[in-house]
């Protein structure tokens, strides 16, 4: 480990975290390629559980997402107001879709 933090890293003035927030968010986007390539299966061609890589992805991404926003005292409850919103947002989307695809 270096004496200092480059920017955008953990431990950087300038919007600690970034970095790792953007690392992990990749590291998401390609197991879910992943999924996506593989038609939904859970197992990987090289045996791996796709699933549990998943899971572990998810949990990284939420630690650096909480960690970058409490590192750059970011207004936590209106990140989770808009959250709450876009939640809601799309769970209404989802539902319309399984509607009409029930008929």
């Not at 991404?61 to 926003?69: K, P, S």
């Not at 939640?87 to 989307?93: G, K, L, P, S």
Request: no cysteine; net charge negative.
């Amino acid at each position: 480990m270096a004496d200092e933090a480059g920017p955008f890293s953990i431990g950087s003035p300038i919007w600690p975290g970034a970095s790792r927030l953007i690392e992990e968010t990749g590291e998401l986007i390609q197991v879910l390629g992943k999924l996506i390539g593989a038609g939904g299966a859970t197992v990987h061609w090289d045996g791996s559980s796709l699933q549990d890589r998943l899971i572990g992805e998810l949990g990284d991404v939420r630690a650096a997402l909480d960690f970058f926003i409490a590192a750059n005292d970011l207004p936590a409850a209106a990140i989770s107001d808009r959250a709450n919103s876009k939640r809601a947002q799309y769970e209404e989307w989802h539902q319309a879709f399984m509607r009409k695809r029930d008929r």
